[in-house]
Nanobody
Framework: QVQLVESGGGLVQAGGSLRLSCAAS????????MGWFRQAPGKERESVATIWGSGATYYRDSVKGRFTVSRDIAKNTVYLQMNSLKPEDTAVYYCNAKAPVGGVELDYWGQGTQVTVSS
């Protein structure tokens, strides 16, 4: 059974930093995309950052230059380093991993971790 377990959320003042971690178990995602989504109250879930098996990365415009996504393949873990946090970064952050199962790409999700940035 695949599980994604996030940690590292919390309350921080604007301008501060947090590091989120997501440890995967049940299968290896080293060849596939892993990343982070977030959902603020009353808003739709949005993609924040993704890292592919090749090491290529994607960031949404609002976090470019502030957030860094990385992965430790040996630990089957993906990280999100968040610097210069802003109140608008407040949301529940979800870890996501994609992998093929029977020729179909499936999405796996963590339970979410709350990030609150105070002004």
């Amino acid at each position: 059974q695949v599980q994604l377990v996030e940690s590292g959320g919390g309350l921080v003042q604007a301008g501060g930093s947090l590091r989120l971690s997501c440890a995967a178990s049940g299968r290896t995602f080293s060849r596939y995309a892993m990343g982070w989504f977030r959902q603020a109250p009353g808003k739709e879930r949005e993609s924040v950052a993704t890292i592919w098996g090749s090491g290529a990365t994607y960031y949404r415009d609002s976090v470019k230059g502030r957030f860094t996504v990385s992965r430790d393949i040996a630990k089957n873990t993906v990280y999100l380093q968040m610097n210069s946090l802003k109140p608008e970064d407040t949301a529940v952050y979800y870890c996501n991993a994609k992998a093929p199962v029977g020729g179909v790409e499936l999405d796996y999700w963590g339970q979410g971790t709350q990030v609150t940035v105070s002004s």
